[in-house]
T-cell receptor, first 115, second 113 residues
Framework: DQQVKQNSPSLSVQEGRISILNCDYT??????FLWYKKYPAEGPTFLIS?????DKNEDGRFTVFLNKSAKHLSLHIVPSQPGDSAVYFC??????????????FGSGTRLQVQP | GAVVSQHPSRVICKSGTSVKIECRSL??????MFWYRQFPKKSLMLMAT?????????EQGVEKDKFLINHASLTLSTLTVTSAHPEDSSFYIC?????????FGPGTRLTVT
């Protein structure tokens, strides 16, 4: 059973517009969420995270929103740039894993930003 | 940010041989490292948690005798795929954790022929 789901395998947006990537989770014990960006044949690069005590975290062009009641989070990129084209993974962890912080990943969404 | 390296980046081996992949944290000490595996167009799946000086903790379904993990120092963890088979072909990624975040290595593409 997939505990973290990214239901959109791909997304295409125009340069300058907003990209919205969605993620749903089923495990209510998750309390820390992260977004990673990944290029082919490379490891994921950390983008932004959010703790369950918050509902929004912003870092430059990237904003993550968390809706705990819906078990849903989203990553907004605005304005989108061609260099943002990559696969984006949503990940979650449980504080009960103290020290481990093992991550459960979604299946990823491939974002393509058209010039 | 913190840097994690993996070596080799790409390896091709024959069935039945063993392959060792190294994961190093270059500018910080990592008491915990993680090994993930990614199948094509799939998510990263956690294989095991590697703790310095102790035995690794394997996820359900991961054969500990096949995927040997050693975390001999605070900056180095190794994954050895023993008696490799074609179905072991995959992209293996390690990560190292500092107090705040996990930092991922660039990955190792293993192809078993």
């Amino acid at each position: 059973d997939q505990q973290v789901k990214q239901n959109s395998p791909s997304l295409s947006v125009q340069e300058g517009r907003i990209s919205i990537l969605n993620c749903d989770y089923t495990n209510s014990m998750f309390d820390y969420f992260l977004w990673y960006k990944k290029y082919p044949a490379e490891g994921p690069t950390f983008l932004i995270s959010i703790s369950s005590i918050k509902d929004k975290n912003e870092d430059g062009r990237f904003t993550v929103f968390l809706n705990k009641s819906a078990k849903h989070l989203s990553l907004h990129i605005v304005p989108s740039q061609p260099g943002d084209s990559a696969v984006y993974f949503c990940a979650a962890s449980r504080s009960m894993d103290t020290g481990r912080r093992a991550l459960t990943f979604g299946s990823g969404t491939r974002l393509q930003v058209q010039p | 940010g913190a840097v994690v390296s993996q070596h080799p980046s790409r390896v091709i081996c024959k069935s039945g041989t063993s392959v060792k992949i190294e994961c190093r944290s270059l500018d910080f000490q990592a008491t915990t490292m993680f090994w993930y595996r990614q199948f094509p167009k799939k998510s990263l799946m956690l294989m095991a948690t590697s703790n310095e000086g102790s035995k690794a903790t394997y996820e359900q379904g991961v054969e500990k005798d096949k995927f040997l993990i050693n975390h001999a120092s605070l900056t180095l963890s190794t994954l050895t795929v023993t008696s490799a088979h074609p179905e072991d072909s995959s992209f293996y990624i390690c990560s190292a954790r500092d107090a705040a975040e996990q930092y991922f290595g660039p990955g190792t593409r293993l192809t078993v022929t």
